[in-house]
């Protein structure tokens, strides 16, 4: 991984504000692709079965997003807004792009208080404990976009990974 960290930001307290009054759908169907895309790759089901059925939320606060999801029989799925969730994760972006690329761990997070997560303990945990179990690194190699280039090209696919620097 690279030595570059994603700088201090916030958005514009003016763009929550437009953003919380647009539809949450598109970005909770953008979430739940992304977590679908994971699921059985690097998120493992058997691990996530007590999700299934749950009103899981997340909150990205400076955004102005709250989305609502649920892990049904076939993967994620957004839920209609509203109700009580039985989870909700509250963050600002830069702190859910960090937590994704692994600048953070959950833990600094939560005891900074800029990882708030409300409802029942045990589903915290389970998405906690999922989130430091992930081998980023290793997921990182799989899905570099080299990688991932070379497995969709057909004249490529079977052939060995040469060095750059090899003639």
């Known amino acids: 991984m690279s030595s570059f960290r994603i700088p201090a930001f916030t958005l514009p307290a003016p763009l929550a504000r437009l953003a919380s009054h647009l539809p949450q759908r598109p970005p909770t169907l953008a979430l739940t692709t992304a977590l679908n ?18 009103h899981l939320r997340m909150r990205v606060r400076d955004a102005g997003l709250t989305l609502d999801f649920t892990l049904g029989p076939r993967g994620f799925v957004p839920l209609a807004s509203g109700g009580e969730p ?8 830069r702190d859910y792009i960090a937590l994704a690329l692994r600048e953070e761990d959950p833990d600094t997070l939560f005891f900074g208080r800029r990882l708030l997560m409300e409802g029942a303990t045990d589903l915290g945990l389970l998405v906690k404990n999922t989130l430091d179990a992930i081998d980023w690194d290793a997921l990182h190699a799989e899905y570099a976009p080299s990688s991932v280039l070379r497995r969709l090209n057909p004249l490529t696919r079977n052939r060995p990974q040469q060095s750059l620097g090899a003639h």
Do not use: F, I, W, Y
């Open 37 to 54: 895309l994971a699921l059985g790759r690097v998120l493992s089901r058997e691990d996530l079965e007590p999700l299934t059925g749950r």
């Open 86 to 93: 039985d989870l909700t994760l509250t963050a600002n972006v």
